[in-house]
Each structure stands twice: as structure tokens, then as C-alpha cells.
């Protein structure tokens, strides 16, 4: 089958796995480029604002500027309208795992609590008490972001869920550092210190945020280019990303759940060691005897009825699609059986 790596026969309920897996992993991943993409955009305003920010404070006009203001308005609203978008997208996200529904919620909370504190105008005691109501939000909605991620990709058998583990540790030592540097700076003698600290963690803090965009980067990239292998994956993660809600993906394209076998997989390893010993045995012209359990499998004179042999074939059809037999072994005990 195209688009999917490992074995070329795969059987129904592995195709199904593995359409369903690339809708996932696509879907997220073409939001992952959302969400760069308005982070690249932020970087931009960021920058601008700046510029215009410093036109201000060397504008000789008063026309100057009211120009300078007015840009500062429109970039604002840009702004805003970036961080509808962003929230959207994670709150959109949030359908494949719960950890990023509640990163989008807390995001969008966050962004309100920003507005409101901008809006008060800085220095009174709403707009500090929003202030930290955002920041607050903000280090959650990181944390949680990071959680989600790294289930996700943890789920699909990717490096990648690493790398958002050590994000998710280096950001909060910035942020831990960063509070404790400003708690310094108000205890007697330990100013100077304060100052170098604050500088440091402020270097951190931008180099983190840089990295977030590298990983949101990597991250699309990996979604986008995953492919489903049984050869790595058991049929037990059918369920994909974990506290997801696939009911309607699966509504689509149902994937049955696991008949319980008949024997267990240490009974069905052993058997399959067996059959391929004996058959390399065979080929060196050695004859084994054979064991208990082939004899038992073997049709005897109490055993040749047509239920015995729907049995025995149930059995070693299990085998073969959960991956104990090859088609070969599977063929090769059919013709045994049926004579």
C-alpha cells in the first residue's frame, strides 16, 4: 500500500489503523504550521513595534508622532487578530488529545486577561492584578501544550516527544530563575546580583522562545511525514494518541477490536519456534520427533471432523495476523490439516 512503511501486506485492520493514523498525524501537523507560522508573524510585530516605539521617543513633530501611534494601533489590532487565530487553532487541536484542549482554553484566557491589562493602562492595581493573572496563565498553558505534545508524539514512536520534554524542563527553570532573580532584587545586598541573574535568565528566556519556534517546526514536519509501521508498532496502540477523542474518525472507519485467542502468545511463540526449527531440520535432511503439542495439533482418529479442523485453523489464522506466523507457516499447517 502506498504512503505506509513496513510490511506490504498488511491486513484490514492494520490499513485502517494506518489510514486513520495519517489523518491524525496530517491534521495536527498542518496546525503545528499554523501556529509556526503566527509565531514567525508575532516575531515580526515584535520587531516593528520596536522600531516605532523608538521613532517615537526621536520624533521632532507632533505629526510624527500621531503616524508613529497610528501604526502602533493597526499593528495592535494584526495582533490581536493573530492571537484569535493561534487559540483557534490549538482549541481545534484539542479534539486528538485533552491536554492541548485545556492549552487552548487557558491560552484564550490568557489573551483576554493581556487585553484587559492593556486596556487599564499600566500602573494601576487592576492592570498589575491582570498581569499576573496572564503570566500565571501563560506558564500553564506552555506546560500543558508541552504535556499534549509529548503524548502525541510519544504514541506515534518519535524522538520528538523528547525534545518537548527537555523544552518543557528548560522553560521552567527560565521562568523559576527569572522569579527568583526579582525576588533578590528586593532583599538587602543581593542587588547587583539580581541584576547579572536577571540578565541571564532574560537571555534564556528569549532563547527559549526561539526554540519554540524551532520545535513547532519540527514538530509539523514530523506530523506530516509520519507513516504507519506494524513492524514497530503493536496492534495494542490502536487506539492512537492516548485521551483522545476519535469517535469521529472511527465512525468512519471502524477498527474492530482484538478477538481474545485461543492460546496465549508465549504458547503461540513457542509453537512458531518449533514449526521453524523443525522446518530448517528438514532442510538439512534431520527428522525431529515431534512434540506434544504438534501431535496434539496433528489430526488423530478422534479429531477429523470438520468442527476439529475449523478449530485448529481459527487458531493459526491468529497467529498469523497478530505476527507469530508468516503467510508461509500459516500455508504450510493449513495443507497439514486439511489433508
Known amino acids: 500500500m502506498a504512503n505506509y512503511s513496513g510490511s506490504s501486506q498488511l491486513n484490514e485492520r492494520q490499513l485502517a489503523l494506518a489510514r486513520d493514523r495519517k489523518e491524525w498525524t496530517t491534521a495536527l501537523g498542518n496546525r503545528l504550521n499554523v501556529l509556526f507560522g503566527i509565531s514567525i508573524l508575532n516575531v515580526i510585530i515584535l520587531v516593528i513595534t520596536f522600531i516605532v516605539s523608538l521613532s517615537i521617543q526621536n520624533a521632532d513633530r507632533l505629526s510624527e508622532v500621531r503616524d508613529a501611534v497610528n501604526v502602533l494601533k493597526v499593528i495592535t489590532v494584526i495582533a490581536l487578530v493573530l492571537a484569535i487565530i493561534y487559540g483557534i487553532t490549538i482549541c481545534s487541536m484539542g479534539k486528538y488529545n485533552d491536554d492541548l484542549s485545556a492549552a487552548g482554553v487557558l491560552y484564550i484566557f490568557n489573551q483576554v486577561c493581556s487585553v484587559a491589562s492593556n486596556l487599564m493602562g499600566r500602573g494601576s492595581g487592576a492592570s498589575s492584578l491582570f498581569n499576573f493573572i496572564s503570566l500565571a496563565l501563560s506558564i500553564a498553558f506552555i506546560l500543558k501544550f508541552c504535556s499534549g505534545m509529548i503524548t502525541c508524539f510519544s504514541t506515534i514512536g518519535s524522538g520528538m516527544s523528547l525534545n518537548w520534554e527537555s523544552f518543557k524542563t528548560v522553560f521552567l527553570i527560565s521562568v523559576i530563575g527569572m522569579l527568583a532573580s526579582v525576588l533578590m532584587a528586593i532583599m538587602p545586598g543581593l542587588y547587583g546580583l539580581a541584576v547579572v541573574a536577571v540578565l541571564g535568565f532574560s537571555i534564556m528566556t528569549i532563547i527559549v522562545a526561539i526554540w519554540q519556534i524551532v520545535i513547532l517546526r519540527q514538530s509539523a ?10 513492524e514497530t508498532e503493536t496492534r495494542s496502540a490502536a487506539g492512537a ?16 477490536a482484538p478477538k481474545k485467542p485461543s492460546m496465549t502468545r508465549e504458547e503461540a511463540q513457542k509453537r512458531a519456534e ?14 525431529l520427533p515431534e ?49
Not at 494518541?241 to 474492530?256: D, E, L, Y
Not at 518449533?274 to 527428522?287: L, S, W
Open 274 to 287: 518449533e514449526m521453524r526449527k523443525r522446518r530448517e531440520a528438514k532442510a538439512q535432511g534431520i527428522e
Open 241 to 256: 494518541f492516548r485521551n483522545m477523542n476519535i469517535s469521529a474518525a472511527t465512525s468512519r472507519r471502524p477498527v474492530p
Open 221 to 230: 514536519t514530523e506530523m506530516l511525514e509520519y507513516t504507519y509501521d506494524p
Open 291 to 339: 512434540s506434544s503439542d504438534e501431535k496434539s495439533d496433528a489430526p488423530s482418529e478422534d479429531a477429523d471432523s470438520e468442527e476439529y479442523k475449523i478449530k485448529m485453523l481459527k487458531e493459526y489464522k491468529e497467529l498469523l495476523d497478530s505476527g507469530v506466523l508468516t503467510q508461509e507457516e500459516f500455508d504450510q499447517k493449513k495443507k497439514e490439516i486439511l489433508g
